[in-house]
């Protein structure tokens, strides 16, 4: 979700998060490790959330170790880890669970989207010489190194700093016309190319138990993050998300929700399309539009990781449709 860094989310974090669903959903299930910042929850057979916890009651981002939720899918020979996390502490850390409960280290790295709470910490995974198979596709590649292999300048030198140590695939995803399965010793997961939340997002659905590693397609408790959104696409990737039966779903952020429970999401992403019609209509500015944004009534108590997300979510829409925005 974050572009480069999270000083200015911080900043604007200052609004109260309720967290809805998290706690519900996931302490429901068993809790095999937790640190300040994550905790890991065993959703089915061999396979694991990763639930971050990265805000304190004040709804400042105090522990962004993980800073997203992922998981992990144990198979007879190698271990998956669903996304890299923000920083190689948190990445190391659950690097550190997968060989204490399983007796090997993650062997696989799917990063769900370029963004840097879900691979900033890749680093993390490495131990000397050794390290696991990264797989992204080649637009998320592409664009992790036009937006973040600059960076801020270092005071007193005359180098820049890019904003997180970053990590390249060692496998790259260059068709993303259709899924493809990754095959971990007596089971796989589909890798399904999607889009929206960014222009180039992955869902990884376990294929032998209804679970399904959403990435940021799917917030649940909290207003999802447009910086990079392709609107056009989102309402649709969510469809094909929640269609397929009854699934488990690890979201991107938030709470774990079933995929027969995510209705309210589905309004609430509609809720943005309409807004932006009614704004591009009427002649709003994205900052108008995001003032007078209502949520849905089934989203009235979510969070914001930070409060000019609809403004931003107005913003992708004009974007979308070549209009100029502030
Ligand atoms: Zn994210």
Known sequence: MLKAGIASAVALATLPVTLRGTNAAALSKPVVAESSFARIVEVGDG???VVSTPLDSAGNFATPQTLCNGGLVVGDERILSVDGYYQPEGAAWVNEQAKKLFGRPVSDVICTHLHLDHTGGLAGFQDGATGPEIYMTARTWAMMVDQYSSG?????TSFLAPPARLVGPTRVIDDE????????GGRSVTILPLGGHTPSDLAILVDDLPITFG???????????YVDAVPSKLAGSVETLMSGGSRLMVTG?????????MAPYAELIASIDSAALQARERGWSPEKAGEVYKMPASTADWGFFNP???ERAVAAWYREWGMATP
Do not use: C, K, M
């Not at 016309?177 to 971990?184: A, F, G, P």
């Not at 990435?215 to 993050?225: M, Q, R, T």
């Not at 952020?253 to 429970?261: A, E, P």
């Open 47 to 49: 396979v694991f959330a």
């Open 152 to 156: 801020t300048a270092v005071d007193g």
């Open 177 to 184: 016309s259709q899924s493809h399965t990754l095959d971990l």
């Open 215 to 225: 990435g940021d397609l799917a917030w649940w408790g909290l207003f999802p993050n």
């Open 253 to 261: 952020h938030g709470g774990l929700v079933s995929t027969d429970d």
């Open 308 to 310: 000019r997300y609809p």
